[in-house]
T-cell receptor
Framework: QKEVEQDPGPLSVPEGAIVSLNCTYSNSAFQYFMWYRQYSRKGPELLMYTYSSGNKEDGRFTAQVDKSSKYISLFIRDSQPSDSATYLCASALNAGNMLTFGGGTRLMVKP | GAVVSQHPSRVICKSGTSVKIECRSLDFQATTMFWYRQFPKKSLMLMATSNEGSKATYEQGVEKDKFLINHASLTLSTLTVTSAHPEDSSFYIC???????????FGSGTRLTVV
């Protein structure tokens, strides 16, 4: 079993929809959780960064971590075609430790 | 925010030659940088952790004599693919953490094609 699991998609939604992206992880010692967006042939771009459980909101993006169920979520409100990309969740034991990535979910937002 | 500059963005080389990829932290010091490899439509695979002033730590299955990592300063780490073969063709990405900020910043990646 991979330490961080993510549905590869692709996930196709109409413009304006609410998108829910999810990951599960197996290592209960993970403390840091991140979501990255990666456009084709580009490096990943950090979207959200959370420590331990809880919610964090930034504009149209909301990240949720439920450590009791080892579940990580990213919600995108009012999705736009420019949100079309691969979204990667990642976890780390401590700040400065290596990241463990999920496999990425490809999102397509259609106009 | 923190910026990591990676060069070159793409390179084509002949089999048997060596290629050097540079990763620079532009506005922060990075004692640790990470090197990843990514195959098409796949996630990032950690190759090695680069520590300033010491030897890099390689992940299982990664040949350290083939993928030479040097982290001579707090702002520069290099990955050299030695005696490149077509199977080394891939997307290589570096990452560093800004201790003053959140998360890990990635370079823009290097697409290596070995012909």
């Amino acid at each position: 079993q991979k330490e961080v699991e993510q549905d590869p998609g692709p996930l196709s939604v109409p413009e304006g929809a609410i998108v829910s992206l999810n990951c599960t992880y197996s290592n209960s010692a993970f403390q840091y959780f991140m979501w990255y967006r990666q456009y084709s042939r580009k490096g990943p771009e950090l979207l959200m960064y959370t420590y331990s459980s809880g919610n964090k909101e930034d504009g149209r993006f909301t990240a949720q971590v439920d450590k009791s169920s080892k579940y990580i979520s990213l919600f995108i409100r009012d999705s736009q075609p420019s949100d079309s990309a691969t979204y990667l969740c990642a976890s780390a034991l401590n700040a400065g430790n290596m990241l463990t990535f999920g496999g990425g979910t490809r999102l397509m937002v259609k106009p | 925010g923190a910026v990591v500059s990676q060069h070159p963005s793409r390179v084509i080389c002949k089999s048997g030659t060596s290629v050097k990829i540079e990763c620079r932290s532009l506005d922060f010091q990075a004692t640790t940088m990470f090197w990843y490899r990514q195959f098409p439509k796949k996630s990032l695979m950690l190759m090695a952790t680069s520590n300033e002033g010491s030897k890099a730590t390689y992940e299982q299955g990664v040949e350290k004599d083939k993928f030479l990592i040097n982290h001579a300063s707090l702002t520069l780490s290099t990955l050299t693919v030695t005696s490149a073969h077509p199977e080394d063709s891939s997307f290589y990405i570096c990452s560093a953490r800004d201790l003053a900020g959140d998360g890990y910043t990635f370079g823009s990646g290097t697409r290596l094609t070995v012909v």
